[in-house]
């Protein structure tokens, strides 16, 4: 796959757990990431946010900081032990989150103003609430582009990119 030889076909599908507390994931994520990862297999790690205003829904993990950057190190080492890739699922949730989920109470930060509809969970009696977000000004995107700037040299200093060869499996 690209650049990636795998040696099988099945992979670990993005997810989000919502098992991380103040967005840094916990130990008990080693042993989950572990228990999934193989030689030459491939996992795409739950939704991960880039930034404080990234988030929409609880308990989330996060890489913006130093302090999610270190709590990920022995998720990666440990799949890399085994042999396995990891791609981290990046994430910026936009208008579907509320002013309970930023920074300061603000409103979501999106491409539009348009506010979403209330949605009612998979039980059928939790209903999601959106507040109205704030489209993004033409002055906030350079700042937009340094987070990814910033979040890109986080993902190197973890060897998220970093590719590892296996021999290519037989098809």
């Not at 040696?7 to 080693?30: E, I, T």
């Not at 999106?110 to 949605?119: I, N």
Request: hydrophobic share 40%.
């Amino acid at each position: 796959m690209g650049k990636f030889q795998l040696s099988h076909r099945v992979v670990l599908a993005p997810l989000g757990r919502l098992r991380s507390f103040k967005n840094v994931p916990q130990p008990h994520a080693v042993l989950y990431y572990s228990q999934r990862a193989s030689d030459g297999g491939l996992l795409i790690a739950e939704a991960t946010g880039v930034s404080d205003s990234a988030q929409g829904y609880p308990n989330t993990p996060g890489i913006w900081t130093e302090e999610q950057v270190q709590a990920w190190r022995p998720i990666v080492d440990v799949v890399h032990q085994k042999g396995g890739i990891l791609i981290c699922q990046i994430v910026h949730v936009g208008r579907v989150s509320n002013y309970g989920f930023q920074p300061r109470g603000q409103a979501p930060i999106s491409s539009t103003d348009k506010l979403l509809v209330p949605q009612v969970g998979s039980n059928g009696i939790d209903v999601a609430d959106f507040s109205p977000p704030r489209r993004l000004t033409t002055e906030e995107i350079p700042m937009m582009l340094m987070i990814s700037e910033l979040l890109q040299g986080m993902q190197l200093k973890l060897a998220l990119t970093e590719l590892r060869s296996t021999e290519p499996m037989d098809t």
